[in-house]
């Protein structure tokens, strides 16, 4: 399964489903063998040997591995570019990555691709650079992961959310020069309301006030939201609802089609809110390249934007696809399927 950390658990609640196949846009492919990690190309071939006691997937050209008890990266030759020093990593975004520096602090900071610390550890967790800012998940007297505002990668807060008889409840990573912020009202005695969902422009004003009870982010000019926590539709930015809310469940559009959930089964609607896939899985991923991931019988297949099932549901896990291929594991281990579903190679474990 994916080993990103969503800091937004209640928001994933609210949508009920999540992208179960990895968020891959870069081979080699990364594979567990024992209790070792390496990573495989397209033609099943280990090229970096799983001698890594953990790691994560590429991004933007590096991969963070923990050799022994210490997180460094390398690169897609397995070269190593920054030693291993580190009592935490994660992966890369704008070109900056969360590290943790000491087995005995919780705090995270970030690394430029040289290792160069460019922002203080402060936070409470590891998080990732968007549109060139970072949520500000700090500490506040004594207490950590406070939602305090958006920090730029120099390590400073530009953004300060301050509404009277309110604080911070969630902040999300921007897309689309948005992003969702969660306020709930603060009362006297020092009990807490709800949150309220709303969107914040990158100067930090408010584009879409807070008035829903949850929201996904902008993606394709559209977000998902609802007004009572029960149904979910579609808003554009000029929060106007371009498509009624009518669906249990609601994911973001990728490719020009998003899953909707209808009667505890997902399906696929266009830009319009025509239903184009009709609801039957379990669960549904986003479109990359054409294909979506989805899990019936607790099983993950892949379909078309057809809803053609190209891999039907017989896998453990697999990656999206990239250049046209995507690596997945089922009982007999790991191989290497391309975009007609065809197996192009298994990889020997002996």
Not at 100 to 129: A, H
Request: overall charge negative.
């Amino acid at each position: 399964m994916i080993k990103r950390i969503c800091v937004i658990t209640s928001l994933v609640a609210l949508l009920g489903a999540m992208a179960f196949a990895q968020f891959h846009d870069e081979q080699p492919f990364l594979v567990e063998i024992g209790d070792r990690y390496g990573f495989m190309d397209a033609s099943c071939r280990m090229v970096i040997p799983a001698q890594y006691s953990d790691a994560f997937e590429f991004t933007e050209g590096l991969a963070a591995v923990r050799v022994g008890r210490k997180w460094g990266y390398i690169d897609h030759t397995g070269a190593t570019i920054v030693n291993p020093q580190f009592a935490g990593a994660f992966q890369f975004s704008n070109g900056l990555a969360s590290v943790r520096l000491e087995e005995n602090s919780p705090l995270w900071g970030f690394i430029d691709k040289t290792g160069k610390i460019v922002v203080t550890p402060q936070f409470g967790m590891p998080l990732w650079f968007s549109e060139g800012k970072v949520e500000g998940y700090g500490e506040q007297n004594g207490i950590l992961n406070v939602p305090l505002g958006y920090v730029d990668s120099t390590g400073k807060y530009v953004i300060h959310l301050v509404l009277p008889g309110k604080e911070i409840e969630f902040l999300t990573p921007f897309s689309e020069g948005l992003a969702e912020v969660s306020m709930r009202e603060k009362n006297p005695d020092g009990s807490v309301g709800p949150g309220v969902w709303g969107f914040i422009d990158d100067s930090g004003n408010w584009s879409i006030q807070p008035s829903y009870a949850g929201t996904g982010s902008f993606q394709e000019g559209l977000a998902a939201a609802t007004s009572d926590g029960r149904l979910w539709g579609y808003i554009d930015k000029t929060n106007r609802f371009v498509i009624v809310p009518q669906f249990e469940g609601a994911m973001e559009f990728s490719e020009g089609l998003a899953a909707i959930r209808i009667e505890r089964q997902w399906g696929y609607i266009d830009r319009t809110g025509i239903l184009v896939i009709t609801p039957q899985f379990e669960q549904a991923g986003v479109f990359r390249n054409g294909i979506a991931s989805f899990v019936k019988n607790k099983k993950l297949g892949y379909i078309d934007r057809t809803g053609t099932v190209i891999v039907p549901p017989h896998l453990k896990g697999g990656t999206e696809f990239i250049d046209g291929v995507a690596a997945v594991s089922d009982d007999s281990g790991y191989q290497v399927v391309d975009n007609t579903g065809r197996t192009v190679c298994r990889l020997d474990n002996r």
